[in-house]
C-alpha cells in the first residue's frame, strides 16, 4: 500500500519540477532548507524515486505537475 503524500509534501513536489533550489524551497514556505532536506528524503521514500528527477517524473506521471 502506497503512503499517501501530504499537502506539504506535494507543495515542496510542485516547486521542485519547478526547478527552485532547497533554499528557495525553504524561503517560499517560509521553512528552513533542513525541513525541506526531510521533505524531500519522504518524498523519495514514499515514491520510491532515487532522485529529484525521478521525484519529477512521478509528479507529472501522477497529475501533480504538468508540462
Not at 18 to 37: L, P
Not at 40 to 63: D, F, H, S
Given at each position: 500500500?502506497?503512503?499517501?503524500?501530504?499537502?506539504?509534501?506535494?507543495?515542496?513536489?510542485?516547486?521542485?519540477?519547478?526547478?527552485?533550489?532547497?533554499?528557495?524551497?525553504?524561503?517560499?514556505?517560509?521553512?528552513?532548507?533542513?525541513?525541506?532536506?526531510?521533505?524531500?528524503?519522504?518524498?523519495?521514500e514514499k515514491t520510491r524515486a532515487k532522485n529529484m528527477v525521478g521525484i519529477a517524473i512521478y509528479a507529472i506521471k501522477n497529475g501533480?505537475?504538468?508540462?
Amino acid at each position: 500500500m502506497k503512503t499517501p503524500l501530504r499537502p506539504k509534501e506535494i507543495q515542496i513536489i510542485k516547486l521542485i519540477c519547478r526547478q527552485y533550489s532547497t533554499r528557495e524551497i525553504g524561503e517560499k514556505m517560509g521553512i528552513s532548507h533542513r525541513t525541506v532536506e526531510g521533505c524531500r528524503e519522504r518524498i523519495l521514500e514514499k515514491t520510491r524515486a532515487k532522485n529529484m528527477v525521478g521525484i519529477a517524473i512521478y509528479a507529472i506521471k501522477n497529475g501533480i505537475h504538468k508540462v
